[in-house]
C-alpha cells in the first residue's frame, strides 16, 4: 500500500532535489549545455556578502514570525474557541486574509501603502505617510506585518481546534477550586496544547523559510537587498542573472536549513512527554 507513496516521493521531492544538487557544482545559464565547475559555485557563493545577507534575512524573518505569530494565533484561538455567537462571526472575518492570493495580497498593501496615493495621504495622518516599502529601515518590518496578517489566521484555526480537544472538567474543576483564567490559561490550556504549539511552529517556520510570493510583488527584494531573503536571492540569481548554478547552491542550503528544523522540530515532539486529552486519563 505505501508503494505509490514512495514512488510519487522519489519522483517528485528526491530526484528534483537530487537534481539541484548536482547542477549545484555546473556552471549553466538556463540555455546552454551545462558545464562541470565542480565546488566553484560553492564557494563563490559562500563568500558572497550577498548571500550572508540573504541568510541573516532569512535568520530574521523566521523567528520574528515565529515571536510575533504564534502569541497572536494561540490568542485568537482561545477566543475563537468560546461559544458565544458574535464570536463565530468574528471568526469569519480573521479568516478572510486566508481567502486572498499573496499576490493579491501584495498588490493591495503596495497601493494602500504607497507614499503618495495611499492610505497615509488619504487620510491625511502623515505619520502614515511614509515609504513603508521604499525604506531600507521599514521595509522589512512593514513585510513581517503583513506576513504575519496572512498567516495568523490559519494557526489560530489549529489552535482553536485544539483548544476545543480540551475535557471541559479540567476547567470547571479550575473554576470550583477558584482558579483565574490567566492561571487556568498557562496550567491548563497551554500544556494541552503543546503538540498543536510544535506543528504549528513547524508549518510556521518552515513556511517562513520559503516566503516568496508576498515579497517578491511588494518589494522584488528591495529597496537594495533590504527585503532579499534566500528564496528571492536563488530566484534572482536564477532568472536574472542566468546563474542556475550559484541558484542551486542557495536552493540546497534552503532545503538543508528547513529540513534540520523540521527535523529537530519533530524530535522535540517526540521527546516531550505525550499525555492523552482523553478525560480521566
Known amino acids: 500500500m505505501a508503494a505509490p507513496a514512495v514512488i510519487f516521493f522519489l519522483l517528485f521531492a528526491v ?22 565547475t565542480g565546488t566553484a ?17 532569512s535568520l ?3 523567528v520574528v514570525s515565529w515571536a510575533v ?3 497572536l494565533a494561540i490568542l485568537l484561538g482561545v477566543f475563537m474557541a468560546g461559544t458565544q455567537k458574535y464570536r463565530s462571526f468574528l471568526s469569519i472575518l480573521y479568516f478572510l486574509p486566508l481567502l486572498f492570493s499573496a499576490a493579491a495580497v501584495g498588490i493591495a498593501f503596495k497601493a494602500l501603502l504607497d507614499p503618495n496615493f495611499g492610505l497615509g495621504n488619504a487620510l491625511g495622518v502623515r505619520a502614515l505617510a511614509q515609504d513603508w516599502l521604499g ?11 503583513i506576513v504575519a496578517w496572512c ?25 470550583i477550586d477558584g482558579v483565574g483564567r490567566v492561571k487556568t490559561f498557562f496550567h491548563i490550556t497551554l500544556p494541552q496544547i503543546r503538540n498543536t504549539i ?27 537587498n533590504a527585503t532579499r531573503i534566500l528564496p528571492l536571492d536563488m530566484y534572482l540569481r536564477g532568472f536574472r542573472a542566468y546563474d542556475m548554478g550559484g541558484a542551486s547552491v542557495v536552493g540546497v542550503l534552503l532545503a538543508a536549513v528547513g529540513l534540520t528544523v523540521s527535523y ?9 512527554s505525550m499525555d492523552s486529552q482523553m478525560e480521566g486519563a
Open 60 to 62: 530574521v524573518v523566521v
Open 264 to 272: 529537530l522540530l519533530n524530535r522535540a515532539a517526540r521527546t516531550s
Open 15 to 36: 530526484v528534483p532535489l537530487l537534481g539541484v544538487v548536482v547542477l549545484s557544482f555546473m556552471a549553466w545559464d538556463g540555455l546552454g549545455t551545462p558545464v562541470w
Open 151 to 175: 498567516f495568523v489566521p490559519f494557526h489560530s484555526l489549529l489552535y482553536q481546534g485544539a483548544i476545543r480537544q480540551i475535557p471541559t472538567s479540567m476547567y470547571e474543576a479550575a473554576m
Open 135 to 145: 525604506n531600507p529601515r521599514l521595509a522589512l518590518l512593514t513585510v513581517l506585518v
Open 198 to 224: 510544535i506543528t504549528s511552529s513547524t508549518l510556521m517556520i518552515v513556511g517562513s523559510l520559503t516566503y516568496f510570493d508576498l515579497i517578491f510583488v511588494m518589494t522584488n527584494g528591495g529597496p537594495g
Open 41 to 57: 559555485n560553492w564557494t563563490r557563493v559562500l563568500s558572497d556578502p550577498v548571500t550572508h545577507n540573504a541568510l541573516w534575512l
Open 69 to 71: 505569530q504564534t502569541p
